[in-house]
């Protein structure tokens, strides 16, 4: 019994969780957007893998949420709407997976849906960055946050429905939605925010995938080992390391990977992955550019009226 849990594959799914576990601590984001794709490149199929991922990012997730919950820095009220949209629909993941047909075209059709989902990842990625960089987050700190219920609830209710189904989304996906729908929330506060929410939505897809799917030890145990020293280093780490470059290099992989999961010809992902390697830097640079140039302008107009 020890020697299946430990053999085989355990070595390579401890370093993979370990190595995405530090990616999540030092940017907050990309544990189920990596993990997955991940597993299933080791050669886990994709229903086990969205499966696994969801029961050690259960787990995962509550640590980060506490932490979070003990320093007040969540918004309750949104996690509350949040909470309402996303239980449900994430609650239809795993039945809507088993009703893809059966488990060969269960596999593939997933796949390809976990490929559409990562090109929308890593266009949310890209646009926290440039939100981040031209101060989209915070930047009218100070002000009530004025609820929108309706649209909130919207924002839970599509990402639930795509983490019950792909695992991928609850720390990219909502957020980038929250920073548009609330753009008076600070950094810190949009983290605890989305972190507490995402506990009862992870939590409820991983029981839909548990039901329908089942748990496979020899997957999940080294996810949860592995995941969280790395997850504890990667915070350490985010003190020396600029989570804005790691962010840069998950665009790219996340672009990829779902490319190559559409199934998208080798040599084309090759040639775009080549291409974006060579001009993402230069592309970043000019926009980071102008950017700086608008604040500068922006701040010589406020002192211009002060004078």
Known sequence: MIADLIGGQFPSLLTVSFLVGIVVGLTGMGGGALMTPALIFLGVPPTTAVANDLVAAAANKSVGAAVHWRTGSPDLRLVKYLVIGSVPTALMGGW???????????????????????????????????????????RRQGMETVIRPVPTIAIGALGGLLVGITSVGSGSLIMVALVLLYPMLSARKLVGTDLVQAVPLVIAAALSHVVTQGVTWSVLIPLVLGGTPGTYLGARLSKRVAPSVVRGGIVIVLTLTGLTMLKVPPT????????????????????????????????????????
């Open 268 to 307: 084309v992902v090759g040639i775009i992955g080549c291409a974006a390697v060579l001009l993402c830097p230069v592309v970043w640079a000019l926009v980071r550019q102008r950017l700086e140039r608008q604040m500068r302008a922006s701040i010589e107009t406020e002192e211009s009226y002060t004078i």
């Open 96 to 138: 809507i997976v088993s009703l893809l047909g059966d488990d060969g075209a269960q596999q593939d059709t997933l796949k390809l849906i976990i490929g559409a989902t990562l090109l929308i990842a890593a266009v949310s990625y890209a646009v926290r960055l440039y939100l981040d960089a031209s101060g989209g987050v915070g």
